[in-house]
């Protein structure tokens, strides 16, 4: 059973940056897809973010192009979403899931059978 734990979250002012990071347990990450998921208070969870198993595909949401980019190195089994140019917008909880490769990129649109348990990012002056 994948385990996955997130961490890096915290309180940024506007304009700010955090790098969030998705660890996983009891196997490895190389053969999943990763997303980055947020859900805001009284919002429904969106897609941020995706990673194909080998890094060679990735996905953004139109409201984080070009402020967040997603990476993964797989000899630390971790998973990383760098947030620059952070706004009130963007605060949530942001989740990490995985599923099984689809072998052809990553999608946002797709069933994750793991997640974490979740991250609190706080963007406010």
């Known amino acids: 059973q994948l385990q996955l734990v997130e961490s890096g979250g915290g309180l940024m002012q506007p304009g700010g940056s955090l790098r969030l990071s998705c660890a996983a347990s009891r196997s490895t990450l190389r053969y999943y897809d990763i997303g980055w998921f947020r859900q805001a208070p009284g919002k429904e969870r969106e897609g941020v973010s995706c990673i194909s198993s080998s890094g060679g595909s990735t996905n953004y949401a139109d409201s984080v192009k070009g402020r967040f980019t997603i990476s993964r190195d797989n000899a630390k089994n971790t998973v990383y979403l760098q947030m620059n140019s952070l706004k009130p917008e963007d605060t949530a909880v942001y989740y990490c899931?995985?599923?099984?490769?689809?072998?052809?990129?990553?999608?946002?649109?797709?069933?994750?059978?793991?997640w974490g348990q979740g991250t609190q990012v706080t963007v406010s002056s």
């Open positions: 899931a995985a599923d099984g490769s689809l072998g052809t990129g990553c999608s946002l649109n797709r069933h994750y059978a793991f």
